[in-house]
C-alpha cells in the first residue's frame, strides 16, 4: 500500500509539474496574441483613417468599415486564470 502512495505521489508530483509548465506556455501565448491583436487592430484603424479621409469619411458603415475585434483571449485568459 505504501508503495503504491509512493507511485501515485510521482505521479502527482509530475501531472503538476507538467501543468505548470504548460499553464505558463499559454499565459506567453496569450500575451504574444493580445499584442498581435493590438498591432492589427493599429493597422487597421490607421487603413480606415487614410481610407476615410481620402473617401471623405464616406461609407463609415459600409462593408470595408473596421470589423469589432474585440473578440480578444479574455475567456483564455479567465480560464488560465481559474486554475491558478
Do not use: F, V, W
Not at 13 to 22: A, D, G, Q, S, V
Amino acid at each position: 500500500m505504501e508503495r503504491l502512495n509512493s507511485k501515485l505521489y510521482l505521479q502527482n508530483c509530475y501531472i503538476m509539474k507538467e501543468n505548470e509548465r504548460l499553464r505558463k506556455k499559454a499565459q506567453l501565448l496569450n500575451q504574444e496574441n493580445q499584442a498581435l491583436l493590438t498591432e492589427l487592430k493599429q493597422k487597421l484603424s490607421k487603413g480606415n483613417n487614410q481610407k476615410g479621409n481620402n473617401n471623405n469619411n464616406n461609407n463609415i458603415n459600409g462593408p470595408n468599415s473596421l470589423l469589432d475585434l474585440s473578440l480578444s483571449s479574455s475567456s483564455t485568459q479567465n480560464a488560465s486564470n481559474s486554475t491558478n
